[in-house]
Antibody, heavy 121, light 112 residues
Framework: EVQLVESGGGLVQPGRSLRLSCAAS????????MHWVRQPPGTGLEWVAG????????RYADSVRGRFTISRDNDKNSLYLQMTSLRPDDTAFYFC??????????????WGQGNLVTVSS | NFMLTQPHSVSESPGETVTISCTRS????????VQWYQQRPGTSPTTLIY?????HSGVPDRFSGSVDSSSNSASLTISGLQTEDEADYYC???????????FGGGTKLTVL
């Protein structure tokens, strides 16, 4: 059974940093690309970033490029999102998601349960 | 950059059939595969359809996807509606020109 478990969320002040983690199990982690998708409370889904199986191809949404960094550790079956210069409009549930293939262009097949990040003073 | 536009909400009665559209604002809908996701209240999304019309494992055949080039849109059709189908539905596709994923705004399905 595929499991994606996010951690690291919480309340943070504007301008500060936070690192999200996602522990993956139930599949061969280094065979697949991974993504972060977020959802501000009460609104729709927004893709944040994606990383290929070997970390060679990384993509970001314009809204986070230059502030957020996606990375992975295949030895630890883990995905990360380092968020800096956080703004109130970054407040959202952040979902870790598994791609169907190794490139990151085929679509998501499994989602984590989500982790809330609240940016407020 | 293109957008994917969905109706804000749809409603239908149990046992009936409903279709949710997802219209691409520019570029051909057939250029990139479309995926569909379901999100029940208070839960994380789950995958329904990938590559326009392929059902994810475990998804009932009441759910089907299609693409119509004439309207430049994709559609999710749910037949034999059940109360458990009440949820938000999102379409998604990949924008290869800008190397980003695009989600539609979501459609709230109410099963009356």
């Amino acid at each position: 059974e595929v499991q994606l478990v996010e951690s690291g969320g919480g309340l943070v002040q504007p301008g500060r940093s936070l690192r999200l983690s996602c522990a993956a199990s139930g599949f061969t982690f280094d065979d697949f690309a991974m993504h972060w998708v977020r959802q501000p409370p009460g609104t729709g889904l927004e893709w944040v970033a994606g990383i290929s199986w070997n970390s060679e191809t990384i993509r970001y949404a314009d809204s986070v490029r230059g502030r957020f960094t996606i990375s992975r550790d295949n030895d630890k079956n883990s995905l990360y999102l380092q968020m800096t210069s956080l703004r109130p409009d970054d407040t959202a549930f952040y979902f870790c998601a598994k791609d169907r293939a190794f490139t990151g262009t085929t679509g998501i097949d499994y989602w984590g349960q989500g982790n809330l990040v609240t940016v407020s003073s | 950059n293109f957008m994917l536009t969905q109706p804000h909400s749809v409603s239908e009665s149990p046992g009936e059939t409903v279709t949710i559209s997802c219209t691409r604002s520019s570029g051909r809908i057939a250029s990139n595969y479309v995926q569909w996701y379901q999100q029940r209240p208070g839960t994380s999304p789950t995958t329904l359809i990938y590559e326009d019309n392929q059902r994810h494992s475990g998804v009932p055949d009441r759910f089907s996807g299609s693409v119509d080039s004439s309207s430049n849109s994709a559609s999710l059709t749910i037949s034999g509606l059940q109360t458990e189908d009440e949820a938000d539905y999102y379409c998604q596709c990949y924008d290869g020109d800008n190397q980003r994923w695009v989600f539609g705004g979501g459609t709230k399905l109410t099963v009356l």
